[in-house]
């Protein structure tokens, strides 16, 4: 019969701190690690899923750790708001970079607002200096496209 994976519990941290009401999971992590004086590179890495200790802490390890639940961790630490539509972020599964906004579609509508496209430059007509053929372009151009590549063949 196949043995399950040992569920390996984190041993809960001598001080406890109270996470503060705007502060997100990472600066939590930060203090959590300097009030027990650990380094928080370690405190991090032990939050990580055995075997390998890498990845993404886990809101499970970090509540272990803490001495609180999971549940009212992610209350506190992740109650954001979208800045587009003011809606309420998603919470993860996973301790990482908190979402900034709540879909692709206000992620996307927050790019453009803060990158406008720049506008595209008129469509100015000029006449060919080779074949004195008039043709339109967005930049000075002294002679036409086909003028253009025959000068480059012949060269």
Known sequence: MPQKPVA???IPLPVRIRPLPSED???FIIRLARANHIQPRHLRAYLCEPPRHSG???WERLADAAGRTAKSLKRVLTDGHCPECNS???TSQVIGRPAQQCSAG???ARHQRL???RP???LLTYACEKCARPFSSRRARRWCLPCR?????AA
């Open 25 to 27: 999971s990472r600066s």
């Open 120 to 122: 595209r430059p008129p």
């Open 149 to 153: 590549r025959r000068g480059r063949d």
């Open 106 to 108: 206000c992620r996307r």
């Open 8 to 10: 390996h519990r984190v």
């Open 115 to 117: 990158h406008p496209r």
């Open 88 to 90: 309420l972020l998603p």
């Open 56 to 58: 993404r802490p886990t």
